[in-house]
Nanobody, 122 residues
Framework: QVQLVESGGGLVQAGGSLRLSCAVSGSAFSIIAVGWYRQAPGNSRDLVAA???????NYADSVKGRFTISRDNSKNTAYLQMNSLKPEDTAVYYC????????????????WGQGTQVTVSS
């Protein structure tokens, strides 16, 4: 049974930073890709960043240069470092693991975390 536990969300002022964590159990973490998604009220759940098993990364245009996805296979944990946050980054952020990473695109699996709220005030 794959389990994902996200943490690190919160309230931050515009221009601030947060680091989200996604701790994974029940899978061979080192050989799977990871994606971070976000969903604001009334919007679809959109891919923010993804990292392949070999560490190849991909970002949505809206976060390039501000967000960094990484992974620590020794801790079975993926991270999303978010800098220069903007009010439009406000959303629930979800981690997804085990999806397909092909041609710089991540296709999610059925394994989702519970989500963590990020709120950026202006």
């Amino acid at each position: 049974q794959v389990q994902l536990v996200e943490s690190g969300g919160g309230l931050v002022q515009a221009g601030g930073s947060l680091r989200l964590s996604c701790a994974v159990s029940g899978s061979a973490f080192s050989i799977i890709a990871v994606g971070w998604y976000r969903q604001a009220p009334g919007n679809s759940r959109d891919l923010v960043a993804a990292i392949s098993a070999r560490g190849i990364t991909n970002y949505a245009d809206s976060v390039k240069g501000r967000f960094t996805i990484s992974r620590d296979n020794s801790k079975n944990t993926a991270y999303l470092q978010m800098n220069s946050l903007k009010p439009e980054d406000t959303a629930v952020y979800y981690c997804n693991v085990g999806g397909a990473y092909s041609r710089s695109t991540y296709y999610p699996s059925d394994y989702w975390g519970q989500g963590t709220q990020v709120t950026v005030s202006s």
